[in-house]
C-alpha cells in the first residue's frame, strides 16, 4: 500500500481500532478475561470474545453477524424488520457490553434488540423486551436487566418476562437513565442508571430537557429531509434539570434531595455495599461536594472540594473501598494527588489521571511523573503504591482476583497491545487484528524554552542537514482536553509524519493549559483560553529553530489544526501573521458563545459576568485583521462544534472583504470517517498549504 494512502487507511480502519481487543474486563475468579474485537483490521463489526488465562484460548462467545434476528423481530412490520437489521451492523456490532457479578453473564444490544450471553457456556439468546434497547445493565446477581426504552427506565428479567417501567418520562423532552448532553460530553459521565448490590432498587437520573436551548442541524445536501432537532446547552444558558430517583422493584419512588439551587451539576454517582451515592457541582464548578444518599432521599455530606477557579473531575472518582474509605482527588501545591479519607497517598510530582477501579482496598489508577508518558499504577490494601508498567508509552488496564490486563499504546502501535498478566503464569497477548501503520512516525521529543514545552518534531523520511531548511508545519492540539506529545504512538503522529513526508517540518507542541503537568499548569488558562495557547506556540517554534538552527524556514510557516486546534490555527493567522503564514482551520469553535455550558464556564466563567472574556477568546471581531490565507473546513452535521461557527467567521471575513476559503463537507459529524472525505480532504489541505506557502 503506497504511503500516499495513510489518510484512507485512517478512515478504513477508524484510525487503527477496527481489529484491536477492547474493553477488557476481568470475571471474579480471574480466569477468564471478556473484550470486544472484530474480525480484521478493515472489519467494522465487532465481536464479543473471552480469553481463558489458564489456557491462553480464546473463545467467541458472541458474533452479530451470526445472531440474526432478534427475539420478536419476525413479529414486527417487514420495513421495521429490515431496519433493524441494517442497524446491527451499521452500529458496528457489539459497541459495549455489561457484565454480572461474577463475569459469567453479560447482556448488549445489536439493531435496539436485547441480548444474553452465558460466557461460561458460550451461549446466546435474545430477551424479549418492551422497547428497543440503550444502556442495558445487569444487575449483579444476574437476574434482571435494567435499560432505557423510550425515555422510560425499564426492568426486564432475563428470561424475557416482566418487563416494567420503574419510571416513565412526563413530557417528550424529559428521559429517565441517560446521561444529558453535559455530562456525557464534559464531566465523564456517560450513565444515568445504577443497580443496588442486592438488586432490589436502582439510582436513577431524571433528566428534563425542556430548559435547554432547541437547535436546528439541517443537510444542504438533502433539502427534502427535515432538520435534525437538538438540546444543545449554549454556555450561558440553561442547562437540563438533572434529578435524582431511588426507585425500587416493588415500586417506591424516592426523590434524592439536596441544594439544587446551588448544585445544578451531578458529575458522579453510583452504589455499593455502603449505599447510593452521587457528587454535585455548583455552576461555577469552584465547588464539588460528595454526598451519601440515605433511604429517605436525604443526603448527608461525605466530602467537600474547593478551588479558586475550577475543581477538576478526575474520571473514575469519587468511587469507595469494600471498607468504606472514600476514595477521590485533590489539587494540592502544584500535584494531582490520589486521596483516601481526604488524605493524599500519591507523591508530589505524581499527577493523578484516572482511577480505574478498586477491589478491596485495592485502587487501580494511572498518573503521570513525565508529561510524555502514563503509567498504570496500584495503591495497594497495606497503603503502599506499586507501579505495574514500565517505559515509554500510554498504559493503562484493569485487573481482577490476581489477574491484570495491561494495555499499553506505544510507537508503531497506535490501538495498543493487550497482555494478561498473572503470578506464576506467563504472559498472555490478547490478539490484535489492527492494520499496521503504512509508514513509521519518527518523532524527535523535544523540551523548548523556559516552560520546557514538550514538542515533537516530524521531519521527511531520509531527510538529510544537507537538504536545506524546511518549509514548516505547525500541527497542534494544545488544548485543555489532551496531550498529543507523546511516547504513546497514537495516529495524530502518523498524520504528522504524512505531512512530513511531503516535504515539511511537521512541529506539535503541548503549551499551558494542555493536561498532566499540574494544577497550576491546567489553570494558567483561566479566563484567557486564546492568548497562552499562542503564546506557547510561537514560543515552541522560535526554540525549535534555536535548537536546530538551519532546519526551519521561519519565512514559510503553515499551522493546521482539527477543533480546538481548529480553532487555535485561525487564531495563529488572525493574531500573529508576522510568524504564521497559512492557516487550515478544521471544525474551529470560533464564536465562544456557542459551545456547551459546563465546558466553555469552566475557562471563561458565565458570559453574562464575563462577557469580556468571550469577546477576547471568540474570533469573529479579528475578522478584519486577516492578511494570510485561510482554509476553513466544517462537517455540516458537526453537533458537537456546530457548522454556524464556520459559517460566521466565514461572514464575519466576508463583511470585512477578506478573501478566504471555505469547505463545508456533506453529511460529516465532527470527526470525518467517510474514506473518499477523509483521504481527499488532506491532499486538500496539503495543496492549499503548499499554494500559500508558494511551495509549488
Given at each position: 500500500m503506497p504511503t500516499d494512502s495513510l489518510p484512507r487507511q485512517l478512515a478504513r480502519t477508524r484510525r487503527f481500532t477496527l481489529g484491536a481487543p477492547t474493553q477488557p474486563s476481568v470475571t471474579a475468579d480471574g480466569a477468564t478475561v471478556l473484550f470486544l474485537r472484530s474480525r480484521g483490521g478493515t472489519d467494522p463489526l465487532t465481536c464479543l470474545w473471552a480469553l481463558d488465562t489458564g489456557t491462553g484460548e480464546e473463545r467467541l462467545i458472541a458474533d452479530p453477524a451470526a445472531l440474526g434476528a432478534g427475539e420478536g423481530d419476525g413479529e414486527l412490520p417487514e420495513a421495521e424488520r429490515i431496519r433493524r437489521?441494517?442497524?446491527?451492523?451499521?452500529?458496528?456490532?457489539?459497541?459495549?457490553?455489561?457484565?454480572?457479578?461474577?463475569?459469567?453473564?453479560?447482556?448488549?444490544?445489536?439493531?435496539?434488540?436485547?441480548?444474553?450471553?452465558?460466557?461460561?457456556?458460550?451461549?446466546?439468546?435474545?430477551?424479549?423486551?418492551?422497547?428497543?434497547?440503550?444502556?442495558?445493565?445487569?444487575?449483579?446477581?444476574?437476574?434482571?436487566?435494567?435499560?432505557?426504552?423510550?425515555?422510560?427506565?425499564?426492568?426486564?428479567?432475563?428470561?424475557?418476562?416482566?418487563?416494567?417501567?420503574?419510571?416513565?418520562?412526563?413530557?417528550?423532552?424529559?428521559?429517565?437513565?441517560?446521561?444529558?448532553?453535559?455530562?456525557?460530553?464534559?464531566?465523564?459521565?456517560?450513565?444515568?442508571?445504577?443497580?443496588?448490590?442486592?438488586?432490589?432498587?436502582?439510582?436513577?437520573?431524571?433528566?428534563?430537557?425542556?430548559?435547554?436551548?432547541?437547535?436546528?442541524?439541517?443537510?444542504?445536501?438533502?433539502?427534502?429531509?427535515?432538520?435534525?432537532?437538538?438540546?444543545?446547552?449554549?454556555?450561558?444558558t440553561a442547562n437540563a434539570e438533572v434529578t435524582l430517583r431511588l426507585l425500587g422493584l416493588d415500586g417506591a419512588r424516592t426523590e434524592v434531595r439536596w441544594d439544587r439551587t446551588a448544585f445544578e451539576y451531578v458529575t458522579a454517582a453510583g452504589w455499593d455495599a455502603h449505599g447510593p451515592y452521587a457528587a454535585v457541582q455548583t455552576r461555577d464548578q469552584r465547588t464539588v461536594r460528595t454526598l451519601a444518599i440515605e433511604p429517605d432521599g436525604t443526603t448527608r455530606l461525605l466530602a467537600e472540594r474547593h478551588d479558586e477557579h475550577w475543581v477538576e473531575l478526575v474520571p473514575g472518582l469519587p468511587v469507595r473501598t469494600a471498607a468504606g474509605a472514600l476514595v477521590d482527588a485533590a489539587d494540592l501545591g502544584d500535584t494531582r494527588h490520589l486521596t483516601v479519607d481526604g488524605k493524599p497517598v500519591t507523591p508530589p510530582g505524581l499527577q493523578l489521571a484516572e482511577v480505574l477501579g478498586t477491589e478491596g482496598e485495592r485502587i487501580l489508577f494511572t498518573a503521570l511523573d513525565e508529561p510524555t508518558e502514563t503509567q498504570l499504577w496500584s495503591r495497594e490494601p497495606d497503603g503502599g503504591l506499586r507501579k505495574l508498567s514500565d517505559g515509554p508509552g500510554v498504559h493503562s488496564g484493569t485487573g481482577r482476583?490476581?489477574?491484570?490486563?495491561?494495555?499499553?499504546?506505544?510507537?508503531?502501535?497506535?490501538?495498543?497491545?493487550?497482555?494478561?498478566?498473572?503470578?506464576?503464569?506467563?504472559?498472555?497477548?490478547?490478539?490484535?487484528?489492527?492494520?499496521?501503520?503504512?509508514?513509521?512516525?519518527?518523532?524527535?521529543?523535544?523540551?523548548?524554552?523556559?516552560?520546557?514545552?514538550?514538542?515533537?518534531?516530524?521531519?521527511?523520511?531520509?531527510?538529510?542537514?544537507?537538504?536545506?531548511?524546511?518549509?514548516?508545519?505547525?500541527?497542534?492540539?494544545?488544548?485543555?482536553?489532551?496531550?498529543?506529545?507523546?511516547?504513546?504512538?497514537?495516529?495524530?503522529?502518523?498524520?504528522?509524519?504524512?505531512?512530513?513526508?511531503?516535504?515539511?517540518?511537521v512541529l506539535a507542541v503541548d503549551g499551558r493549559g494542555t493536561p498532566g503537568r499540574g494544577p497550576h499548569w491546567d489553570k494558567t488558562i483561566h479566563g484567557d483560553k486564546a492568548g497562552p495557547a499562542l503564546e506557547d506556540q510561537v514560543e515552541g517554534l522560535h526554540a525549535a529553530a534555536r535548537l536546530r538552527p538551519g532546519l526551519l524556514d521561519l519565512d514559510r510557516v503553515a499551522i493546521r489544526g482539527w477543533s480546538y486546534g481548529g480553532y487555535l490555527a485561525a487564531l495563529a493567522v488572525l493574531r500573529r501573521p508576522d510568524v504564521f503564514h497559512a492557516a487550515v482551520a478544521g471544525a474551529a469553535p470560533t464564536d465562544q458563545r456557542l459551545y456547551d455550558t459546563h465546558w466553555q464556564e469552566r475557562f471563561l466563567g458565565h458570559p453574562d459576568e464575563h462577557p469580556e472574556r468571550y469577546d477576547a477568546c471568540s474570533l469573529l471581531a479579528d475578522a478584519p485583521k486577516l492578511r494570510r490565507p485561510l482554509l476553513i473546513v466544517h462537517g455540516l452535521a458537526d453537533d458537537n462544534v456546530l457548522p454556524v461557527h464556520a459559517l460566521r467567521l466565514s461572514g464575519a471575513l466576508l463583511a470585512a472583504g477578506r478573501p478566504h476559503e471555505l469547505l463545508p463537507l456533506s453529511n460529516t459529524a465532527h470527526d470525518p470517517r467517510d474514506e473518499t472525505v477523509a483521504e481527499n480532504l488532506h491532499h486538500h489541505e496539503l495543496a492549499f498549504l503548499k499554494r500559500s506557502l508558494g511551495l509549488g
Open positions: 437489521e441494517r442497524a446491527r451492523v451499521s452500529a458496528g456490532g457489539i459497541t459495549a457490553y455489561s457484565t454480572d457479578a461474577t463475569g459469567r453473564l453479560a447482556v448488549f444490544t445489536l439493531g435496539g434488540a436485547l441480548w444474553l450471553a452465558d460466557c461460561e457456556r458460550g451461549t446466546v439468546r435474545p430477551v424479549r423486551t418492551a422497547a428497543e434497547v440503550y444502556d442495558p445493565r445487569l444487575d449483579l446477581a444476574g437476574r434482571r436487566i435494567a435499560y432505557v426504552g423510550g425515555g422510560a427506565l425499564r426492568v426486564v428479567t432475563v428470561d424475557g418476562t416482566d418487563d416494567r417501567a420503574l419510571a416513565e418520562p412526563e413530557a417528550a423532552d424529559v428521559a429517565y437513565g441517560i446521561a444529558e448532553h453535559a455530562a456525557a460530553e464534559s464531566m465523564y459521565r456517560t450513565r444515568a442508571h445504577w443497580w443496588s448490590p442486592d438488586g432490589t432498587a436502582l439510582l436513577v437520573a431524571r433528566v428534563d430537557n425542556r430548559p435547554v436551548s432547541t437547535l436546528y442541524l439541517a443537510d444542504p445536501a438533502d433539502p427534502q429531509q427535515r432538520p435534525r432537532t437538538i438540546r444543545y446547552p449554549l454556555a450561558g482476583a490476581g489477574t491484570l490486563v495491561l494495555t499499553t499504546r506505544a510507537e508503531g502501535h497506535p490501538a495498543g497491545r493487550s497482555t494478561v498478566l498473572r503470578a506464576g503464569h506467563p504472559a498472555l497477548p490478547l490478539t490484535s487484528h489492527a492494520q499496521p501503520p503504512v509508514l513509521t512516525a519518527r518523532p524527535e521529543l523535544l523540551r523548548l524554552g523556559p516552560r520546557e514545552l514538550r514538542a515533537a518534531l516530524f521531519l521527511p523520511t531520509g531527510h538529510r542537514p544537507e537538504d536545506g531548511p524546511l518549509p514548516v508545519l505547525l500541527a497542534p492540539y494544545a488544548g485543555p482536553a489532551l496531550r498529543i506529545v507523546t511516547t504513546g504512538g497514537a495516529w495524530w503522529g502518523l498524520v504528522s509524519q504524512w505531512y512530513a513526508d511531503q516535504g515539511f517540518a
